[in-house]
């Protein structure tokens, strides 16, 4: 494998680690929040359901976290190995988030384990959920530290370059970059829709199995009404990220709308493709919508890809990462407004076959939604690892060593990604809750 680009490979190989990553990390940054919100929710109702909810959840949320342990430490690993110039250069300016990132997944864990092992143990029963607070918070902490690293790979501050060497460092302003404020709050926001959507497929699916105990219907109901909110906070935030792009990284969403001369009264385009003269066929085009989006006005003025020279523009390919993420937001919105508005759907009450159905989609979507946003963010800040300053091909190694590591992690994440599936699918078998249930003295069907 000494052949092959080692620059190729290593961003075949961090893009991988990503791609697992994502998954891991947005579970252990929003299945705390859905914890909480249904504890809280058993506490105020003085409903054993919600707090049974709060337990089993509780209890996945731990193998998740595990595995996302694993794979985070594989991309600290991978920064050193595989971008040893990039964390030469700026590893100085991010370390500072990097060592907070660190505290508060220790501040997070210890806690959960606190948590998990306090059930019943107090007279007040909200003591419990105080303890809870540090889980979600550090959890929550942990992804903006990470995201704001990230966001100041694609706006770099808070230093001077000279000659490959930083100097003039300033930590604080390096982490809180202009990109940081929509990027952490667009990964948290969407990292709580996306666990809300996947419990609330799973709730969906025992449904949908004949499960008729009114524990499985209040746990769709709190979670999809959950998915419902954090959508459209999701949209409302992916609407400031655009307005970001239009001022700070304009490239980026030209590229993503096929936007080559620089013009107000923008249209934005859905979809098509482009022909050789970059000119956009069987695409949906919707008037003045890129200018509203970059500025709330028609007649804003969003700068084409033509004033990029060519070697720094991203590349076109990002438009349908672009299109699939706004599509799959719609229907994360969609679907969830269905559901609370069934009563009023002609057809039989209670919950129509389709509509489950399409409530089980939601894990997958979310899944799908969170994969190709982080596509268009890393894709779409190419070819630089760290905007204006230094590209993808300046910073990878130029050892031959990658192609092996490409292997070994391939077959690290099977085995991680398999075995966690496995363990979560005996967690969460639906007779394991019924039992549970008649135990605590849960018995009985809604009417």
């Keep these: 494998m000494s052949s092959l680009d080692p620059v190729l490979l290593s961003r075949i190989l961090t893009g991988l680690t990503l791609f697992v990553h994502i998954i891991f990390a947005s579970l252990g940054v ?12 058993g506490i ?34 991978q920064l050193s190995l595989l971008w040893p110039t990039f964390i ?22 210890i806690f959960l384990g606190i948590y998990l092992y306090t059930w019943d143990r107090f007279k007040n029963k909200g003591t419990h959920l105080l303890l809870l607070i540090p889980v979600a918070l550090g959890s929550s902490a942990s992804a903006m530290f990470i995201t704001m690293v990230n966001s100041f790979m694609n706006a770099p501050q808070g230093f001077t370059l000279a000659n490959g060497v930083l100097t003039d460092i300033n930590p604080i302003a390096a982490m809180l970059n202009t990109a940081a404020p929509t990027k952490v709050a667009h990964v948290l926001v969407s990292s709580y829709t996306l666990c809300a959507g996947v419990l609330g497929g799973i709730a969906a699916f025992s449904i949908l199995r004949g499960q008729k105990h009114v524990y499985f219907k209040k746990a769709l109901k ?51 493709v482009l022909d050789d003269n970059n000119e956009v066929r069987y695409g949906l085009r919707i008037p003045y919508a890129l200018s509203i989006l970059a500025g709330n006005a028609p007649n804003t003025e969003v700068i084409g890809l033509n004033e990029f020279p060519e070697d720094e523009r991203p590349p076109l390919s990002i438009h349908y990462y672009f299109d ?8 994360l919105v969609v679907i969830p407004l269905l559901y609370m508005l069934r009563k009023w759907l002609p057809g039989r009450k209670g919950y129509p076959k389709w509509l489950l159905i399409g409530i089980m989609a939601l894990g997958p979507l979310s899944f799908a939604a969170i994969e190709v946003g982080w596509m268009y963010a890393e894709v779409g800040r190419q070819p630089w690892i760290m905007r204006g300053y230094m590209k993808v091909t300046e910073a990878a190694t130029t050892a031959d060593y990658v192609g ?14 398999f075995s966690c599936v496995k363990v979560l699918s005996k967690l969460f078998r639906n007779k394991d809750a019924v039992e549970e249930m008649r135990a605590l003295g849960m018995e009985g069907a809604e009417p």
């Design 88 to 109: 030469r250069v700026a590893g100085q300016a991010i370390a500072l988030p990097l060592f907070m990132e660190t505290f508060a997944f220790f501040v997070e864990a």
């Design 30 to 41: 929003g299945i705390p929040v859905m914890i909480a919100l249904a504890e809280w929710r």
């Design 404 to 417: 092996w590591m490409l292997v070994l992690f391939i077959l690290l994440y099977l085995v991680l990604c």
């Design 324 to 331: 699939t993420m706004v599509t799959l937001g719609g229907l």
């Design 222 to 272: 709190l979670t999809v009404v959950s998915t419902f909110v954090f959508a459209v906070a999701t949209a409302i935030i992916g609407d400031f990220s655009g307005k970001y792009l239009a001022k700070y990284q304009p490239e980026k969403l030209a590229a993503g709308e096929w936007h080559f001369e620089t013009r107000p009264y923008a249209t934005l385009v859905y979809g098509g």
């Design 44 to 77: 105020r109702t003085n409903d054993p359901h919600y707090t049974l909810l709060a337990r089993r959840w509780a209890r996945g949320f731990v193998i998740t976290v595990a595995v996302g342990v694993v794979t985070g430490t594989s991309i600290g690993l």
